[in-house]
């Protein structure tokens, strides 16, 4: 299977980068809860105005909010389909986890004899797809 996304490796990194930082995913919560101006952000954190305004930009630059000027106010809000490209990304990989392990559980399973390897007697050989395996005598 072929992990198929709009984003590009550029976004995708910015994406995740951005996510990566505790406060920028605070960040993202709140907005996309409602819009709120750079200077409400920064009342919410032990920081200088200045750095969450670098935290927002860091989530600008990725996409995953926006900010528009409201007379003297920066008013930050959350961009959904961003997120919601980034997980239909983690989606596709998840789909490719599950095959894969559908792989190793359906291998496994053609590979032990229906009652489990005590059931086999001593000498004797089972042959499974392009390969024989024999069972040595005690």
């Known amino acids: 299977m072929v ?7 550029d976004e995708v990194d910015r994406i995740f980068r951005a996510l990566a930082d505790m406060t920028r ?4 919560t709140r907005v996309l809860r409602q819009e709120q101006s750079v200077s409400a952000l920064a009342g919410h954190y032990r920081m200088s105005f200045a ?18 000027r409201r007379g ?6 959350g961009n959904a389909a961003t997120l919601r490209r980034a997980a239909g990304l983690l989606a596709d990989y998840e789909q490719i986890w599950r095959g894969r ?21 001593e000498g004797s050989e089972t042959c499974r797809s392009s390969t ?3 069972t040595r005598r005690r």
């Open 3 to 9: 992990v198929e996304n709009e984003l590009t490796d």
């Open 25 to 28: 995913r605070d960040i993202v």
């Open 51 to 68: 750095a969450v305004q670098k935290h927002v930009a860091v989530l600008e630059r990725a996409a995953l909010v926006t900010k528009r």
């Open 72 to 77: 003297r106010e920066q008013v930050v809000h």
């Open 101 to 121: 392990s559908r792989a190793i559980e359906d291998l496994l399973a053609e590979e032990t004899p229906p009652g489990g390897r005590g059931d086999q007697q």
């Open 132 to 134: 024989c395996t024999r």
